[in-house]
């Protein structure tokens, strides 16, 4: 599916970058697998650290204290900020709780949310890939990113 979501974005002239947390680059490094993708992507920032989702992707600080760095307001904020840095008709951001630590009972190890930004307008989403090791959680969330990309792009 990766080489399709490519072949769209080629079709569409649009250029991609992501800004990566809990996926530490693995969204970015799955799109480099396919051939041709070096017109299409940009920039991929692993913006690992609150302090770097602020600075360099314009997430506001009060909007992690509120809801957390676990949440669709900041993972709005993150694919919009890569997207206009990047001058990026698409951006791609995740932010989650890999494990096997870092869980609470309102989120929970293997929660995730999304942002995917599409010319001007930022979708997002959170989901639960529970009772999953560290790396199956990453795996299931670049599975998830690509597969509501396709759907965005096959629009």
């Known amino acids: 599916m990766i080489t399709e ?3 769209l974005l080629i079709e569409k002239k649009y250029h991609i970058a992501c800004a990566e947390s809990c996926t ?6 799955k799109l480099v697998e396919v051939p041709g993708v070096s017109e299409i992507l940009d920039l991929s920032l692993v913006t690992y ?3 770097a989702k602020i600075k360099y992707l314009g997430v506001k600080e009060e909007d992690i204290q509120k809801y957390g760095v676990v949440s669709e307001v900041v993972t709005d904020q993150m694919a919009r900020g890569i997207a206009e840095m990047a001058k990026s008709e698409v951006g791609l951001a995740t932010s989650g709780i890999a ?3 870092g869980g ?5 190890v293997g929660t995730i949310c999304f942002g995917i930004y599409i010319n001007g307008k930022t979708y997002t989403y959170t989901a639960h890939f529970n009772n999953a090791s560290r790396n199956e959680v990453r795996n299931k969330s670049v599975e998830f990113i690509f597969n509501k990309l396709y759907e965005l792009l096959k629009v």
């Open 49 to 51: 650290a609150n302090t």
């Open 24 to 29: 530490g680059g693995l969204v970015c490094a």
């Open 5 to 7: 979501i490519v072949n």
């Open 104 to 108: 609470t009972p309102n989120k929970p």
């Open 99 to 101: 494990g096997p630590g």
